[in-house]
């Protein structure tokens, strides 16, 4: 709190919604109540996803950056099926603000469009698998 002459501020650091609620100056003989609303600021993106190209039983990565840490309702999706955390669909955050999708093993049937989205925002990448580099092993014998 600060005081300047009569008047006195609550000066609040830090909000979050949890600090949503009803603040009383109570002064002795005199009491004031005043209503604090606090809500989250939209998430937005602000590193988009970037195309991703590798070998069938590789693993895939993808990356999107928001523009604050905390982001609730995050949804992944690779060719319009949405994604969970399991043991073929790695999702995280790192760094508080940096989400992850870590696509295990990948086969061809794997490549697609892979969508972030979080609030109203939305960000796309394409994921291309390739075949594993063919060796053709050949007898050349009796060729000069």
């Not at 993808?62 to 099926?81: K, M, N, P, T």
């Not at 949405?82 to 508080?96: A, P």
């Not at 972030?116 to 994921?127: H, P, R």
Request: with cysteine; net charge negative.
């Amino acid at each position: 709190m600060l005081q300047k002459g009569s008047v006195v501020e609550l000066l609040i650091h830090n909000l979050t919604p949890g600090d949503t609620g009803e603040y009383t100056c109570d002064s002795g003989d005199q009491q004031t109540t005043a209503c604090l609303a606090v809500t989250q600021p939209d998430i937005r993106i602000v590193e988009g996803l970037k195309d991703v190209e590798v070998f069938a039983g590789a693993d895939a990565l993808f990356e999107c950056g928001v523009s604050h840490e905390s982001a609730g309702d995050v949804r992944w999706s690779l060719g319009g099926i949405e994604l969970q955390n399991n043991e073929m669909n790695m999702i995280s955050v790192k760094s508080g603000n940096i989400h992850t999708l870590t696509l295990r093993k990948v086969t061809w049937d794997d490549s697609g469009v892979v969508i972030f989205t979080v609030g109203k925002d939305t960000s796309t990448a394409e994921l291309k698998v390739k075949g594993k580099a063919a060796t053709l092993n050949v007898n050349l014998s009796g060729v000069t």
